[in-house]
């Protein structure tokens, strides 16, 4: 997470969404900056126990900003970065399994670790399903995310990938695709109406 105070910004580290590129062109310009395993707090915990503290602190509410990728892709990206081989032998790779294994993972009731994903969901909203993401760009559409910050940070941003998965193949029957639009029906009915605003979903936060 980056904090851009003099901006009136808070960028929120949505998992699998190119955060990692962000942080690195970024980071020399925000005020205040969450990494490591900090890194990615949800809209719920910003707007919960942060955004207090920098209202009362600092008399700023920034503005809450963040990405959602297409959630079969998102969820492919967690397979393929935990086939890298720093992982073999660890319970959190997934060598061996095949993409469509590992989603029937992500959607059993007890996810070993190597499927635990959480949602995107989840992370952009609260407990009751509200969007909590005052600005809300589709990872698919690069270039108005990178114009948006442009116009808001007053610089030219280049965003060099980082942290890429392996390409490796990763199909999906219907019947599994399927079972998990049905389990996070919530999740691909926000998305779908982020691409239906052509990528970018603005909704003010009291």
């Not at 207090?52 to 959630?71: C, H, I, N």
């Amino acid at each position: 997470m980056l904090i851009f105070l003099s901006r009136e910004l808070t960028f929120l580290a949505t998992p699998k969404t190119g955060t990692t590129a962000v942080e690195m062109a970024l980071k020399p310009v925000a005020e205040i900056v969450f990494s490591r395993n900090r890194k990615h707090l949800t809209a719920q915990r910003y707007r919960k126990r942060v955004l207090p503290f920098l209202q009362d602190t600092f008399s700023a509410s920034p503005e809450p900003l963040a990405v959602m990728r297409d959630p079969v892709a998102q969820i492919r990206s967690w397979y393929r970065y935990r086939s890298q081989p720093r992982l073999d032998g660890r319970k959190l790779s997934t060598k061996g399994l095949t993409f469509e294994q590992f989603v029937l993972e992500v959607l059993s009731d007890a996810p070993p670790p190597r499927a635990q994903v959480g949602s995107q969901f989840s992370f952009l909203t609260s407990g009751q399903g509200a969007l909590l993401v005052q600005h809300l760009f589709a990872y698919e559409n690069q270039p108005a995310f990178r114009d948006f910050l442009e116009d808001r940070l007053d610089r030219e941003i280049a965003l060099k990938p980082k942290n890429v998965s392996p390409d490796l193949p990763a199909p999906l029957s219907t019947a599994v695709e399927a079972q998990l639009r049905a389990a996070r029906a919530k999740e691909f009915a926000l998305y779908d109406r982020l691409m239906a605003a052509d990528g970018y979903l603005h909704t003010p936060q009291e």
